[in-house]
């Protein structure tokens, strides 16, 4: 499938790949250059390829709260929240945000490759409520960078300068109508434009015009989530995983009454066997998904589940579920990648911090 914006990538010489089953800009001038552009000024991606669902009517609040473990009773109209979308079992079906819109009227925006699945199950437990899939009739671009808020001022969104940290709004921008939201993947100021699909392109070229907004892809958008320590449904998350092990607790209702609110309170009790964690390299040889890697103290072993070299930080960083004792800041591991081994280090997350990006300039000078 291809987005409203497929026409502009290729005018702009993205390179393109499948991705979800969509059509979707890797990248333009090269993933480094896109990474530190983001951090230093300001990127557009096109998130066209999300899923969106619309939930309606008397009582809408409840039974998403019921089908969700989301924190949504609490919401106020105009705030957002991150959650999931769990089995019975625990399992995380996929991560998602919950967007208050009015009394009885919230938007789902879910990933792309759990779209069939997502509605699908969301449909069955909503029943009762207005449930629509508006994904075809959603365009989706994520404007992120320090200097975001200057480039939608310049085009006349000032109304946006007080929009708090994971809340949205209704505005009009380059004389198009269009929700944005303020939550970011990239741990930089920045915002988020639902507009109708016809409208896209001349939203997105708008946004271009300006000299300190340039178009990034999947790649830089990868390295900027993992630089956050952000994970990544269908690498860091899936059905196996319960937000016990991935250490997504604090999202979840302490309440309970949701699918799977049994299972994660069981699992919780007892303690899961293996905790997602993030290790930082000695090198910027970086280990890939699907790596053995292991720490001697204490012993155990696991798998990493995102890894790349971190722009930012000169280094590469990974993401990877070990055995509890084994997740500690500061001991010790190895990763067995493409026939060599790399040592490195368990750390808080996230990796990046303006601070941290300061430090390791410092190092290598």
Partial sequence: MKTPLYACHVALGARMIPFAGWDMPLQYAGILPEHRHTRAQASLFDCSHMSEFRVTGPGAMEVVAKALACRVRTLDVGQCRYGFLLEESGGILDDLLCYRLDDEEVMIVANAGTHDRDAQVLGERLAGVGFQDISAATAKIDLQGPASMDV?????????????????????????????????????????LYVEPPRAEALWNRLLEDETVQPAGLGARDTLRLEMGMPL?????????????????????????????????????????????????????????????????????????????????????????????????????????????????????????????????????
């Fill in 152 to 192: 939608l001022d310049r085009l006349g969104a000032g109304d946006l300068h007080d929009l708090p940290y994971f809340h949205a709004r209704r505005t009009r921008l380059a004389g198009i109508d269009l929700l944005a939201s303020r939550t970011g993947y990239t741990g930089e100021r920045g915002y988020e």
């Fill in 233 to 365: 449904y269908g690498q860091d998350l899936d059905e196996s995983v319960t937000p016990v092990e991935a250490n997504l607790t604090a999202f979840l209702p302490k309440a309970g009454g949701y699918v799977g609110a049994e299972a994660v309170a069981e699992h919780t009790q007892r303690g899961p066997d293996r905790r997602l964690a993030g290790i930082i390299f000695d090198s910027r040889r970086a280990a890939r998904p699907g790596d053995a890697i292991s720490c001697a103290a204490p012993a155990g072993a696991g798998t990493v589940t995102s890894g790349s070299f971190a722009p930012s930080l000169g280094c590469a960083v990974a993401l990877a579920y070990l055995p509890p004792a084994c997740t500690e800041p500061g001991t010790a591991v190895e990763a067995e990648t493409r026939g060599s081994r790399i040592t490195g280090r368990v750390t808080n997350l996230p990796f990046y911090t303006r601070a941290t990006a300061r430090e390791s300039s410092h190092e290598r000078t």
